[in-house]
């Protein structure tokens, strides 16, 4: 079946280590995306991809990095600039177009837990 | 840049009644998608309704309706005989090519 899958489930990062989260779909889409989530709260992106080797800052961008080498591939590394990471992290997939398109939309993994100790 | 407001941070209801959440977004685009997400306790995004912005009708998905005012730029879901597995947080999402931005979220809490 076609999905994303995201992991690890948990990690645990001690201060000033960086860490990387994978994501990985089987989906054939063009466009991936990392979001944060707080507890809460709503989702905020942190960096997006809408093809391979080019990537763009979301809205949180910083103290975070990624990379996007191939199609179904693109991690996020949390580094040690980010001073506030312990949060929810979710990657997702879509096509891309034109917003007519009828299957339109956004599938998520199941997220890594990401904690400080 | 979008916005998208949920001033409901929680609302409850009894099994089998209804429950509308509220949405307002604000944009300069005319051509976009709405969503409602559900997100129970395992954290998994699941897409409840989709509603484009060049079609006047109101989405519908079995129990889950929206109310779609694109001049007054509002969005809301209806949810209709809820049930316990509805309990959960609920998130309003604007699309336009490209980016997803949510609002904060509400959480709905279906009372046996």
């Known amino acids: 079946d076609g999905g994303i899958t995201q992991s690890p489930k948990y990690l645990f990062r001690k201060e000033g280590q960086n860490v990387t989260l994978s994501c990985e779909q089987n989906l054939n889409h063009d466009a991936m995306y990392w979001y944060r989530q707080d507890p809460g709260q709503g989702l905020r992106l942190i960096y997006y991809s809408q093809i391979v080797n080019d990537f763009q800052k979301g809205d949180i961008a910083e103290g975070y990095s990624v990379s996007r080498e191939k199609k179904e591939s693109f991690p996020l590394t949390v580094t040690s600039a980010q001073k506030n990471p312990t949060a929810f992290y979710l990657c997702a997939s879509s096509t891309t177009g034109t917003l007519t398109q009828a299957n339109y939309g956004y599938t998520f993994g199941s997220g890594t837990r990401l904690t400080v100790v | 840049a979008q916005t998208v407001t949920q001033s409901q941070p929680e609302m409850s209801v009894q099994e089998a009644e209804t429950v509308t959440l509220s949405c307002t977004y604000d944009t300069s685009e005319s051509n976009y998608y709405l969503f409602w997400y559900k997100q129970p306790p395992s954290r998994q995004m699941i897409l409840v309704i989709r509603q484009e912005a060049y079609k006047q009708q109101n989405a519908t998905e079995n129990r889950f309706s929206v109310n779609f005012q694109k001049a007054a730029k509002s969005f809301s879901l209806k949810i209709s005989d809820s049930q316990l597995g509805d309990t959960a947080m609920y998130f309003c999402?604007?699309?336009?090519?490209?980016?997803?931005?949510f609002g904060g979220g509400t959480r709905v809490l279906v009372k046996p």
């Open positions: 999402a604007f699309m336009k090519p490209g980016k997803l931005t």
